[in-house]
Protein backbone atom coordinates (compact mmCIF):
# COMPACT_ATOMS: atom_id res chain seq x y z
CA UNK A 1 0.00 0.00 0.00
CA UNK A 2 0.70 3.72 -0.16
CA UNK A 3 3.38 4.98 2.58
CA UNK A 4 4.54 8.64 3.29
CA UNK A 5 7.73 9.22 4.92
CA UNK A 6 9.36 11.70 6.59
CA UNK A 7 13.34 12.83 7.56
CA UNK A 8 14.32 13.81 9.95
CA UNK A 9 12.03 12.07 13.01
CA UNK A 10 13.13 14.60 15.19
CA UNK A 11 14.90 18.26 14.85
CA UNK A 12 15.66 20.12 17.83
CA UNK A 13 17.22 23.66 16.72
CA UNK A 14 18.20 27.07 18.36
CA UNK A 15 15.33 29.62 18.05
CA UNK A 16 16.10 31.75 15.40
CA UNK A 17 17.34 28.61 13.13
CA UNK A 18 16.28 27.58 10.32
CA UNK A 19 14.19 23.92 9.87
CA UNK A 20 13.48 21.93 7.10
CA UNK A 21 11.12 18.80 6.68
CA UNK A 22 10.96 16.40 4.00
CA UNK A 23 8.34 13.83 2.90
CA UNK A 24 8.64 11.39 0.28
CA UNK A 25 5.46 9.25 -1.05
CA UNK A 26 6.35 5.91 -2.67
CA UNK A 27 3.42 6.74 -5.15
CA UNK A 28 2.17 10.03 -6.93
CA UNK A 29 0.23 12.36 -5.11
CA UNK A 30 -2.98 13.53 -6.64
CA UNK A 31 -2.68 16.15 -3.91
CA UNK A 32 -0.53 16.82 -0.97
CA UNK A 33 -1.48 18.65 2.72
CA UNK A 34 0.81 19.74 5.62
CA UNK A 35 -0.13 19.41 9.15
CA UNK A 36 0.74 20.68 12.31
CA UNK A 37 0.06 19.09 15.57
CA UNK A 38 0.96 20.49 19.08
CA UNK A 39 1.57 18.14 21.79
CA UNK A 40 -1.58 16.73 23.11
CA UNK A 41 -3.28 18.15 20.21
CA UNK A 42 -5.11 17.17 17.48
CA UNK A 43 -3.54 18.12 13.70
CA UNK A 44 -4.66 21.67 12.15
CA UNK A 45 -4.37 21.29 8.81
CA UNK A 46 -1.72 24.20 7.10
CA UNK A 47 -1.52 23.74 3.57
CA UNK A 48 -2.54 21.86 0.16
CA UNK A 49 -0.61 21.76 -2.67
CA UNK A 50 -1.88 20.47 -5.58
CA UNK A 51 0.16 21.20 -8.83
CA UNK A 52 3.90 19.76 -9.70
CA UNK A 53 6.17 22.05 -8.92
CA UNK A 54 4.18 24.42 -6.50
CA UNK A 55 5.81 26.41 -4.10
CA UNK A 56 3.32 28.35 -1.50
CA UNK A 57 4.32 30.54 1.59
CA UNK A 58 2.88 31.42 4.62
CA UNK A 59 4.86 33.80 6.74
CA UNK A 60 7.78 32.06 7.95
CA UNK A 61 6.74 28.97 6.12
CA UNK A 62 7.45 27.73 2.71
CA UNK A 63 5.96 24.16 1.47
CA UNK A 64 7.37 22.91 -2.21
CA UNK A 65 5.94 20.69 -3.96
CA UNK A 66 8.14 18.51 -6.16
CA UNK A 67 7.73 17.90 -10.03
CA UNK A 68 7.12 14.26 -9.89
CA UNK A 69 4.24 14.95 -6.93
CA UNK A 70 6.03 11.90 -4.75
CA UNK A 71 7.46 14.32 -2.68
CA UNK A 72 7.41 17.57 -0.96
CA UNK A 73 8.98 19.82 1.62
CA UNK A 74 8.59 22.51 4.87
CA UNK A 75 11.06 25.12 5.66
CA UNK A 76 10.43 27.62 8.61
CA UNK A 77 12.65 30.36 8.35
CA UNK A 78 14.19 31.73 11.72
CA UNK A 79 11.95 29.48 14.37
CA UNK A 80 10.31 30.69 16.97
CA UNK A 81 9.44 28.82 20.22
CA UNK A 82 5.63 28.76 18.62
CA UNK A 83 6.74 26.59 15.88
CA UNK A 84 7.19 23.71 18.39
CA UNK A 85 5.05 20.51 17.32
CA UNK A 86 4.70 17.83 15.04
CA UNK A 87 4.84 18.39 11.60
CA UNK A 88 2.68 15.72 9.21
CA UNK A 89 2.68 15.45 5.21
CA UNK A 90 -0.64 13.72 4.10
CA UNK A 91 -0.76 12.89 0.69
CA UNK A 92 -3.67 11.92 -1.34
CA UNK A 93 -3.97 9.85 -4.01
CA UNK A 94 -5.88 10.16 -7.79
CA UNK A 95 -9.45 10.01 -8.02
CA UNK A 96 -12.21 8.86 -5.39
CA UNK A 97 -12.69 9.77 -2.08
CA UNK A 98 -10.23 12.21 -0.38
CA UNK A 99 -8.39 9.47 1.76
CA UNK A 100 -5.10 11.27 3.24
CA UNK A 101 -2.34 9.04 3.75
CA UNK A 102 -0.29 11.06 6.72
CA UNK A 103 3.57 10.61 6.65
CA UNK A 104 5.56 9.49 9.89
CA UNK A 105 6.00 12.74 10.84
CA UNK A 106 9.00 15.45 12.24
CA UNK A 107 8.99 16.52 15.65
CA UNK A 108 10.08 20.05 16.18
CA UNK A 109 11.91 21.01 19.33
CA UNK A 110 13.27 24.86 19.08
CA UNK A 111 15.60 26.18 22.20
CA UNK A 112 15.15 29.12 23.45
CA UNK B 1 -20.38 24.30 18.22
CA UNK B 2 -18.29 25.22 15.03
CA UNK B 3 -15.95 22.79 14.77
CA UNK B 4 -15.40 18.55 15.37
CA UNK B 5 -16.49 17.49 18.76
CA UNK B 6 -15.79 14.21 20.19
CA UNK B 7 -16.47 12.35 23.29
CA UNK B 8 -15.61 10.96 25.86
CA UNK B 9 -11.99 13.32 25.34
CA UNK B 10 -10.59 10.30 27.81
CA UNK B 11 -11.68 7.02 28.46
CA UNK B 12 -9.82 4.18 30.80
CA UNK B 13 -11.22 0.78 29.35
CA UNK B 14 -10.78 -2.55 31.79
CA UNK B 15 -9.41 -4.99 28.96
CA UNK B 16 -12.26 -6.65 27.69
CA UNK B 17 -14.67 -4.18 28.13
CA UNK B 18 -16.73 -2.57 25.26
CA UNK B 19 -16.20 0.96 24.25
CA UNK B 20 -18.26 3.51 22.31
CA UNK B 21 -16.32 6.43 20.91
CA UNK B 22 -18.69 9.66 19.09
CA UNK B 23 -17.58 12.28 16.86
CA UNK B 24 -20.08 15.00 16.03
CA UNK B 25 -18.93 16.61 12.61
CA UNK B 26 -19.53 20.11 11.54
CA UNK B 27 -22.91 20.91 10.64
CA UNK B 28 -22.97 20.26 6.53
CA UNK B 29 -19.75 18.19 6.55
CA UNK B 30 -20.71 15.03 4.10
CA UNK B 31 -17.45 13.11 4.44
CA UNK B 32 -16.26 11.90 7.72
CA UNK B 33 -12.89 9.68 8.64
CA UNK B 34 -11.64 7.84 11.50
CA UNK B 35 -8.00 7.46 12.53
CA UNK B 36 -6.16 6.02 14.77
CA UNK B 37 -2.65 7.78 16.54
CA UNK B 38 -0.61 5.74 18.64
CA UNK B 39 2.19 7.84 21.09
CA UNK B 40 4.41 9.14 18.84
CA UNK B 41 3.09 7.91 15.53
CA UNK B 42 0.91 9.49 12.62
CA UNK B 43 -2.77 8.84 12.06
CA UNK B 44 -3.60 5.92 10.74
CA UNK B 45 -6.98 5.40 8.68
CA UNK B 46 -9.49 3.37 10.28
CA UNK B 47 -12.68 4.31 7.98
CA UNK B 48 -14.93 6.66 5.54
CA UNK B 49 -18.39 7.15 5.60
CA UNK B 50 -19.84 9.62 2.84
CA UNK B 51 -22.98 10.88 4.49
CA UNK B 52 -24.09 7.66 6.16
CA UNK B 53 -22.25 5.28 3.45
CA UNK B 54 -19.59 3.43 4.83
CA UNK B 55 -17.07 3.61 2.01
CA UNK B 56 -13.99 2.34 3.07
CA UNK B 57 -13.25 0.58 6.26
CA UNK B 58 -9.90 -1.40 5.15
CA UNK B 59 -8.28 0.82 7.86
CA UNK B 60 -9.98 -1.31 10.71
CA UNK B 61 -7.63 -3.29 12.64
CA UNK B 62 -9.89 -6.61 13.02
CA UNK B 63 -13.45 -7.42 14.03
CA UNK B 64 -13.73 -5.89 17.10
CA UNK B 65 -13.97 -2.44 15.64
CA UNK B 66 -17.32 -1.14 14.14
CA UNK B 67 -18.06 2.23 12.52
CA UNK B 68 -21.39 3.74 12.38
CA UNK B 69 -23.10 7.05 10.86
CA UNK B 70 -26.43 5.60 10.70
CA UNK B 71 -27.76 9.42 9.84
CA UNK B 72 -25.61 10.81 8.04
CA UNK B 73 -24.11 13.40 10.84
CA UNK B 74 -22.88 12.02 13.98
CA UNK B 75 -20.82 8.67 14.08
CA UNK B 76 -19.74 6.28 16.71
CA UNK B 77 -16.71 3.93 16.62
CA UNK B 78 -17.22 0.75 18.33
CA UNK B 79 -14.64 -1.22 19.98
CA UNK B 80 -15.14 -4.43 21.17
CA UNK B 81 -13.63 -6.58 24.12
CA UNK B 82 -10.94 -4.34 24.17
CA UNK B 83 -6.85 -4.84 24.43
CA UNK B 84 -3.83 -3.30 25.48
CA UNK B 85 -2.96 -2.81 21.40
CA UNK B 86 -5.86 -0.71 21.07
CA UNK B 87 -4.80 2.00 23.66
CA UNK B 88 -4.51 5.33 21.29
CA UNK B 89 -5.99 8.46 20.18
CA UNK B 90 -8.89 7.71 18.28
CA UNK B 91 -9.07 10.95 15.45
CA UNK B 92 -12.51 12.14 14.35
CA UNK B 93 -12.62 14.31 11.21
CA UNK B 94 -14.51 16.04 8.65
CA UNK B 95 -14.81 17.89 5.39
CA UNK B 96 -17.53 19.47 3.38
CA UNK B 97 -17.60 17.44 -0.01
CA UNK B 98 -16.43 14.69 -1.41
CA UNK B 99 -14.16 15.67 -4.20
CA UNK B 100 -10.34 15.57 -3.41
CA UNK B 101 -8.73 18.32 -1.78
CA UNK B 102 -10.95 19.83 0.72
CA UNK B 103 -9.75 21.14 3.78
CA UNK B 104 -10.16 18.47 6.80
CA UNK B 105 -11.28 19.30 9.86
CA UNK B 106 -9.77 17.04 12.78
CA UNK B 107 -11.60 16.41 16.36
CA UNK B 108 -9.32 16.87 19.68
CA UNK B 109 -9.86 13.32 19.84
CA UNK B 110 -10.74 10.72 22.41
CA UNK B 111 -7.36 9.51 24.16
CA UNK B 112 -8.20 5.65 25.55
CA UNK B 113 -6.62 3.74 27.53
CA UNK B 114 -6.94 -0.01 28.04
CA UNK B 115 -5.08 -1.44 31.27
Known amino acids: GQQVMQIPQYQHVQEGEDFTTYCNSSTTLSNIQWYKQRPGGHPVFLIQ?????EVKKQKRLTFQFGEAKKNSSLHITATQTTDVGTYFCAGLLSGGYQKVTFGTGTKLQVIP | GAGVSQSPRYKVAKRGQDVALRCDPISGHVSLFWYQQALGQGPEFLTY????????KSGLPSDRFFAERPEGSVSTLKIQRTQQEDSAVYLC?????????????FGEGSWLTVV
Open chain 2, 49 to 56: FQNEAQLD
Open chain 2, 93 to 105: ASSLEVRSGNTIY
Open chain 1, 49 to 53: LVKSG
